[in-house]
């Protein structure tokens, strides 16, 4: 009996045990008041990692949760500027790292909300980010099961407003980008919401668990190449340049500072001539698989 209760008392400390799930590094998860981008679309995450919310009259649409922890400064964020968290009806999430999807599970407790994801994404969901082919356990986060998934060039319609994805492969396996019209006054504006495209540490040649990398990322730039965008935003904010378009809005910029089709070439451009450049440096080394 003894035995049994110590055992118990293992099993329970081991499912709470902190740690279990990677934590944010707090300089990233930096609170950042909730504000309006263009349109219906919304700030809702904090300094680091990106969340955006589509706003409708039938519901709404979340577009990744940051970490864990960031899942409080959404509550407060959805709540400050006058929307529920239950009328959020569809999830979506760039890729499954615990800096993007950490605070998929609690918002889908929270809301309801059906969390739809690239096919090849389910299973790094339901894992929680363990087995990353890159990371491995090191990054887990609470692990969550899709309700459903998206096809690469489908549609998500709520209330009128569509959500397109594109299917960015090479950073995870099932990175997707997404991009909505909005109109304002008499304008339109094409948003493109994009997956990261870094290949952090990555080994690109002869890499055994990912064999197609190369050539997914290779898509993936022509794809974001071609992608039409006028209000250019990103699972990190320093990707986009939050914090100096956020700092002109707030001075009064004549014109929306986040109109940035410009900024938005220069980081395609800027982000494969990296990947190139990694992809040239790995070339002729010996591979590190076993
Ligand atoms: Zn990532």
Redesign the pocket.
């Known amino acids: 009996m003894r035995s049994r209760a110590a055992l118990f008392l293992l099993v329970a400390c081991w499912t709470n045990l902190p740690g279990q799930f990677a934590s944010a590094p707090p300089e990233w998860n930096r609170p950042v008041e909730p504000f309006r981008v263009v349109g219906n679309v919304y700030y809702v995450g904090a300094s680091d990692v990106s969340a955006f919310l589509i706003t409708t009259p039938q519901g709404h649409i979340l577009v990744d949760t940051g970490f864990t922890e960031t899942v409080p400064l959404i509550v407060s964020g959805v709540q400050k500027l006058g929307f529920r968290m239950e009328d959020i009806r569809i999830l979506l999430a760039t ?1 499954a ?1 615990y ?2 999807a950490g605070g998929v599970a609690e918002v889908k407790a929270r809301t309801k909300a059906r969390f739809l994801v690239n096919p090849a994404e389910v299973e790094p969901f339901s894992r929680g980010g363990k087995g990353d082919f890159a990371f491995g356990d090191t990054y887990a986060f609470p692990p969550s099961k899709p309700d459903g998934v998206l096809r690469d060039g489908g549609e998500v319609r709520v209330g009128g407003v569509v959500v397109t994805a594109h299917f960015t492969p090479g ?2 396996k099932g ?1 997707t980008s997404y991009t909505t019209t909005v109109r304002e006054g008499r304008h339109s504006y094409r948003v493109a919401m994009v ?2 495209v ?1 290949a ?1 540490g990555y080994q690109l040649v002869n890499n055994l668990k990912y064999p197609e990398i190369v050539e997914d990322f290779q898509a993936t730039f022509a794809k974001l190449r071609a992608l039409p965008c006028d209000i250019f935003l990103a ?1 990190h904010s320093w990707e986009f340049g939050l914090p100096e378009k956020l700092k002109a809005l707030r001075n009064g910029a004549s014109g929306n500072p986040f109109v940035d089709s410009e900024g938005y070439r220069r980081w395609v451009e800027k982000s494969e001539a990296a990947f190139r450049k990694q992809l040239e440096d790995q070339r002729g080394k010996p591979a590190r698989n076993p």
Request: glycine share 8%; net charge negative.
């Open positions: 890729h790292h800096d993007h950073h995870t990175c997956s990261s870094t952090p699972g």
